[in-house]
């Protein structure tokens, strides 16, 4: 069982995924594709503007996160993952340095 906030979310990717072309939806594993769509929400009707680009749309922050999972684990070539997870690391280091500053003050 998923959350709420998460089976929503994934209604929201499922209608992205219905407008992306075929080589797109062919990268994404297939079990991970039944996965959504056994535990998407049933009740969740998503108004995306399809006209719009995916980063011009009123995204759910959990889609945002779940497109993002998609691109770097199966669309992106190495050279690009690489320097996303460098990118990733750096602000985890800064996000923690930033906890540490906050506690230390305290």
């Known amino acids: 069982m998923v959350s709420i906030e998460y089976s929503e979310a994934i209604v929201e990717v499922l209608e992205i995924l219905q407008y992306s072309d ?53 669309l992106c070539d190495n050279e690009e993952k690489n320097n996303i997870e460098l990118i990733l690391k750096d602000n985890e280091e800064k996000y923690q340095q930033n906890i540490s500053n906050i506690y230390i003050k305290s």
């Open 22 to 74: 075929d080589n797109i939806i062919e990268k994404i594993p297939k079990k991970l594709i039944e996965f959504w769509q056994r535990n998407k929400s049933t009740t969740y009707k998503p108004n995306l503007d399809h006209s719009k680009s995916i980063n011009e749309m009123n995204l759910k922050k959990k889609t945002k996160s779940i497109i993002s999972m998609i691109y770097l684990n199966y």
